[in-house]
Every structure is written in structure tokens, then in C-alpha cells.
């Protein structure tokens, strides 16, 4: 286990470089920060790029996210890279990092403190993504463009090592180079990812006409077929990872965007939300959400499901025409119901860019209320907002150049 450390000097001296952020109280070097323990319950990991361009994370706990300042000096774990974040339960997974194979989850031990554990399993590639199936277990994915492979992991949650692995050929599952992935849910029989093609050198997308799921069994493993729906494009998009959501029925729902903000060069296709029944492997041709008759031909790649049909989105403002290429914005949150096919903007969050990554680690979802950081002209700001009445309270600045996850213990 690793306890909460102090930063180095080498990511103290790159913080500096960061505008935003204040220092006065940490003038002397000799001094030691307090160390947050006991009540606080909140995690942020927070980003910030060193001179060489480089990223750290810092894992840091609060007790209050709505007042005051957010910062990681002088405390948090740190991880150097892109590493991407997953909650599940009283545990935060973190996978991904330069060129690291492992897994490592983060929690809090019985004096309050963020401890580290795991890292024990190593990999042939670093897992995209890590969810939660139905049993208790963890499900995590290798889809690499540089293998000629997929392989899933079935990973026991509490010792964070695979307990089994399954590789599956490529060619099985599209004979198209570059498939790329972008979601994964498991619901009853069959664990289900969502993927789309993307040129390994170019990330040209130059096959846009059909939505695709792979479908394997479970707890097996193995692959059964790809189901397809030529009513709209590709199955989610770059980094979001939030192409399958899954509602407390078990049934299993697939947004299709193709939005040249979050990684397509091309779409032709009207933007869609399709559905596979509790129980089935197929898509319902009685079911689809288009977004162009609740909206200016506007659409999301990231949604988070909250309970009851009703699903926390992202809309890009602008419409696919309009977009700037991986500009991953303009942003506006609101709130979409998947039984009554409509949407309801949030009030008081200005409009902003995002991050390109999954909503569902870089926000929380309390049951009452959803909290995620949104960039302002300068800084980043806490926003609590009430998914009932759509309104939306601004919390405390965060100094960092940005959230990569929001977690609550």
C-alpha cells in the first residue's frame, strides 16, 4: 500500500507553470502540508502538465467541493500520463499511463487516508476501460490499434487481478483495419462493446453508415457476432468511452454521434440513440432516439444514466457542420429522457469545452445531485447541479489545468 505523499520537487517546479494556481502558503520548502483525512469523503484527481508536456495526476481528498479552492499541492497520489478513472463502489480503478499495463485502485483505509493497492497484474496492452458487471467482478478491455487482438479480462474486484482472459482474432470482428474502441456494458448472458473504424495512421473515418456492437457471452468470454443498425452511424467516438450506457432493467442503450469534435471525419448519418432489450443480442427496430427531432441538429458523446429513463448529457451547441475537429465543444449540460424522447437544458452552467474523456469518471452522481468542473475563461469552477429542477449552484475553483475524475466515498 502507498499513503498519501507529498509532490516532488521536479512536479512542484511544473506547477508554478500553471496561471491559475497560488502558492504563497507553500513558501517554505521545509514545511510539511497537513494531510487530509477523516471527513473527507470527495476525490478529485487532478491534472497537471509538467515543462516537458506531460501530465501528473494527483488523487486528492476534500470535505467540501462548493466553497473556497481545490488544489492537489503538497498532497494526493500521484500517477504520470493519461490515466483514465472508474469508480466502482468504495473503489477507484485507474488504468492507462505511459505505456503502463496494469491496473491500480485507490481507496480509503481505516483512518480516513487514500491508500493504493493493486498494480499487481500486468498486461499486453493498457486496458481502455474498466466497468462493472453484473456479479461483482470487473471487466476490462485491450483493443490496441497496433494488435491484431482484442482481449477481455475478467478481474476480481477486491484483489485486482484478472481470473480469466479471453483473446479474440480482429478479423472476427470487422474486416476493416482500426477498429477502435468506445463503450462496454454487461447485461444478463452477454457483455456487449461498442466500436467504430478509425485509420491507425490518418484516424480518417471513412466508414460512417452503420452502427456496431461486438456481443460476447458471459461470464465466458467469448465472441458470438457483431449486430449492426444502418438507421445511424457508429457507435459512440474518440477517448468519451460513453457508447453504451445501461438502465436498472438491463437494458442496454447505444448513442450514435459521429461528431467531428470527438474524432470523425465524416458523417452520414442523422445522430441517433438505439436500444438492445433486456435479455436480447439484437438491436429493437421498434426503437430509436433521434436527436434531430428534439433538437437544431444538435447531439452529445457523453452520457451518464441516472436512474428512471433519464440519462445527464453534454450537447455540443454546435451542430456536426459547424464543429471544430477534436474540439470536444461547445458544451451545454442537460438531461435527456429515453422513454418520452426529450431533453432539458441546464440552467446557470455556461457554455464550455470539454475534456474528451468519460463523463461518467469526471462527474458524480450522487443520487441527489451531479457535480463535475466545468472551464470558464480563466478558471474551472465546481458545478452542483439538480437533474430535477435543471439548475445548476457554482462551487469551488479548482487550480489545475483539468479534472480527470470526480469521485465521492
Known amino acids: 500500500m502507498k499513503r498519501v505523499k507529498l509532490l516532488p520537487l521536479l512536479t512542484m517546479t511544473a506547477l508554478l507553470a500553471v496561471g491559475t494556481l497560488l502558492f504563497s502558503a507553500c513558501s517554505d520548502e521545509n514545511e510539511v502540508p497537513e494531510v487530509i483525512t477523516g471527513d473527507a469523503n470527495y476525490a478529485l484527481s487532478l491534472a497537471y502538465q509538467g515543462t516537458d508536456g506531460n501530465y501528473t495526476y494527483y488523487t486528492v481528498l476534500f470535505e467540501d467541493v462548493m466553497s473556497g479552492s481545490l488544489s492537489a499541492v503538497g498532497q494526493g497520489i500521484d500517477h504520470l500520463g493519461y490515466y483514465t478513472y472508474n469508480q466502482v463502489d468504495d473503489r477507484i480503478y485507474a488504468t492507462g499511463g505511459f505505456e503502463l499495463t496494469d491496473i491500480i485502485a485507490l481507496e480509503k483505509n481505516t483512518d480516513g487516508e487514500l491508500v493504493e493497492t493493486g498494480g499487481n497484474s500486468s498486461f499486453g496492452n493498457s486496458l481502455q476501460d474498466v466497468v462493472e458487471a453484473e456479479d461483482g467482478m470487473l ?29 479474440t482474432a480482429v478479423s472476427e470482428i470487422t474486416d476493416q483495419s482500426g477498429p477502435s474502441y468506445s463503450g462496454m456494458v454487461q447485461s444478463g448472458d452477454f457483455l456487449f462493446v461498442s466500436f467504430y473504424i478509425s485509420d491507425p495512421t490518418t484516424y480518417a473515418t471513412a466508414h460512417t453508415d452503420v452502427a456496431q456492437v461486438a456481443v460476447f457471452s458471459y461470464p465466458g468470454l467469448q465472441f458470438v457476432k457483431v449486430i449492426e443498425d444502418d438507421r445511424t452511424g457508429p457507435v459512440g467516438g474518440f477517448g468519451a468511452n460513453s457508447g453504451l450506457i445501461k438502465d436498472e432493467l438491463g437494458n442496454v442503450y447505444a448513442l450514435s454521434h459521429t461528431n467531428p469534435a470527438n474524432g470523425f471525419s465524416q458523417f452520414t448519418k442523422d445522430p441517433a440513440i438505439l436500444r438492445i432489450n433486456s435479455g436480447d443480442s439484437e438491436f429493437d427496430t421498434n426503437y430509436i432516439f433521434d436527436f434531430n427531432t428534439v433538437t437544431d441538429s444538435l447531439t452529445t458523446a457523453h452520457l451518464v444514466y441516472l436512474g428512471n429513463n433519464k440519462v445527464f448529457v453534454e450537447m455540443n451547441t454546435a451542430k456536426r457542420s459547424e464543429q471544430s475537429s477534436w474540439a470536444d465543444g461547445p458544451l451545454k449540460p442537460a438531461v435527456l429522457d429515453l422513454s418520452a424522447k426529450t431533453i432539458d437544458y441546464i440552467s446557470g452552467v455556461p457554455e464550455h469545452s470539454g475534456l474528451g474523456r468519460k463523463l461518467a469518471s469526471t462527474s458524480l452522481y450522487d443520487g441527489q445531485h451531479i457535480y463535475m468542473v466545468v472551464p470558464e475563461d480563466v478558471n474551472s469552477y465546481v458545478y452542483q447541479i439538480d437533474p430535477v429542477n435543471y439548475t445548476a449552484t457554482k462551487g469551488a475553483e479548482v487550480q489545475a489545468n483539468f479534472t480527470a475524475g470526480f469521485f465521492k466515498f
Not at 477481455?152 to 480469466?164: G, K, M
Open 139 to 167: 471487466v476490462s478491455i485491450e483493443m490496441a490499434s497496433s494488435s491484431d487482438v482484442i482481449t477481455l479480462h475478467r478481474i476480481d474486484a477486491e484483489t485486482v487481478t484478472a481470473e480469466s482472459s479471453v483473446s
